[in-house]
T-cell receptor, first 113, second 114 residues
Framework: GQSLEQPSEVTAVEGAIVQINCTYQ??????LSWYQQHDGGAPTFLSY????GLEETGRFSSFLSRSDSYGYLLLQELQMKDSASYFC??????????????FGRGTQLTVWP | DTAVSQTPKYLVTQMGNDKSIKCEQN?????MYWYKQDSKKFLKIMFS???????INETVPNRFSPKSPDKAHLNLHINSLELGDSAVYFC?????????????FGEGSWLTVV
């Protein structure tokens, strides 16, 4: 089976930097995605790491280390609107289980003024 | 124009009833999904269709039956609803099932079984 671990809650103040970690144990790992979900809303795509290293998109960056089965999402210059749940999700090997994206249980980020 | 739209947004029904949730995407994607999010926000894949063909069927009770009349639509029918079926059901789509392809979610259908 698959297992993903991420903290359940993180709090920070506006302007700060926060890192949300994700560790995974899966068979046939292919890549790691991050999604954001505001209360009552739909999950929306933030980033994808298929290779080791850092991917940067504006204030958000995501990192992957396959050898450590570990990734993180880095949020910089936090704003109140960043308060949301953040999910890491693993994409399994296309050959064995086509199109399977498994989500972690999410990290609730609260940004205080 | 909404990319992935699903109806109804809210649904309250009694145990034992049968209900359907409809989903449509106007993104031209080949792959569509149903995800279930429980009260603890755990988001779990239920089904995936690629070009109207079922490619993923997770361990979901037979009471749940997806139907894809064409690649832009994926409906979910639920028979004999149970209290434990109360959840938010998200329809989603992607260009293909390949890794890294962005999955676009609908706004969710909030199902409450009483």
């Amino acid at each position: 089976g698959q297992s993903l671990e991420q903290p359940s809650e993180v709090t920070a103040v506006e302007g700060a930097i926060v890192q949300i970690n994700c560790t995974y144990q899966t068979s046939g790992f292919y890549g790691l995605s991050w999604y954001q979900q505001h209360d009552g809303g739909a999950p929306t795509f933030l980033s994808y790491n298929g290779l080791d290293g850092l991917e940067e998109t504006g204030r958000f960056s995501s990192f992957l280390s396959r050898s450590d089965s570990y990734g993180y999402l880095l949020l910089q210059e936090l704003q109140m609107k960043d308060s949301a749940s953040y999910f890491c999700a693993v994409f399994l090997d296309r050959g064995s289980t086509l199109g399977r994206l498994y989500f972690g249980r999410g990290t609730q980020l609260t940004v205080w003024p | 124009d909404t990319a992935v739209s699903q109806t109804p947004k809210y649904l309250v029904t009694q145990m034992g009833n049968d209900k359907s949730i409809k989903c449509e995407q106007n993104l031209g994607h080949d792959t569509m999904y149903w995800y279930k999010q429980d009260s603890k926000k755990f988001l779990k894949i239920m089904f995936s269709y690629n070009n109207k063909e079922l490619i993923i069927n997770e361990t979901v009770p037979n009471r749940f039956s997806p139907k894809s009349p064409d690649k832009a639509h994926l409906n979910l029918h639920i028979n004999s609803l149970e209290l434990g079926d109360s959840a938010v059901y998200f329809c989603a789509s992607s260009q293909d099932p390949g890794a890294g392809n962005t999955i676009y979610f609908g706004e969710g259908s909030w199902l409450t079984v009483v």
